[in-house]
């Protein structure tokens, strides 16, 4: 058995896995149906406009497996630059693995002065990461992320 390696923040439980689809309807049902994980709810996600209204840029799907752990697909509605230059250069497939923490400043700020790079900065709530050789996968760190089927459904359009 290999040793474990010290690490700069210890990571010992996996929230939540995301990945970007072309349609997350047609993924989730696939997914469904396939595999019996579901069931699946839907939330338009996006930044504000200068007049507090929210612009439509993410569908996201979302189911839980018996373990807990969140499954997210993203499907891009309007081309942003945070999910779109991550889709042209890598195309539909795994996004991020999420990380619930408690401390997400301070374990960010620990992480870059070990070389990370925050990509999206949500602020104390939520961090979005690459590292030296990553792989080309994002990690998120967030303090609170909520359960999402007890949220408002989109319904089919």
């Not at 942003?80 to 195309?91: L, N």
């Amino acid at each position: 058995m290999t040793e474990k390696t010290s690490s700069v923040v210890s990571m010992n439980t996996l929230d939540h896995i995301a990945w970007l689809v072309k349609d997350a309807r047609k993924t989730a049902a696939a997914y469904e149906k396939m595999l019996g994980i579901g069931p699946w709810s839907f939330h338009e996600r996006g930044s504000k406009d200068a007049n507090g209204k929210r612009k439509k840029e993410v569908l996201i799907a979302y189911a839980y497996t018996q373990n807990g752990v969140e499954l997210e697909l993203i499907q891009i509605l309007k081309d942003t630059q945070f999910h779109s230059d991550f889709a042209e250069k890598h195309g539909e497939g795994l996004y991020h693995l999420g990380f619930k923490r408690n401390d997400v400043l301070g374990e960010t700020a620990e992480l870059v002065a070990h070389g990370a790079k925050v990509v999206f900065d949500l602020g104390k709530g939520c961090q979005y990461l690459r590292f030296p050789d990553d792989g080309g996968l994002i990690t998120e760190l967030y303090w609170n992320h909520p359960p999402f089927l007890e949220d408002k459904l989109i319904p089919d359009e």
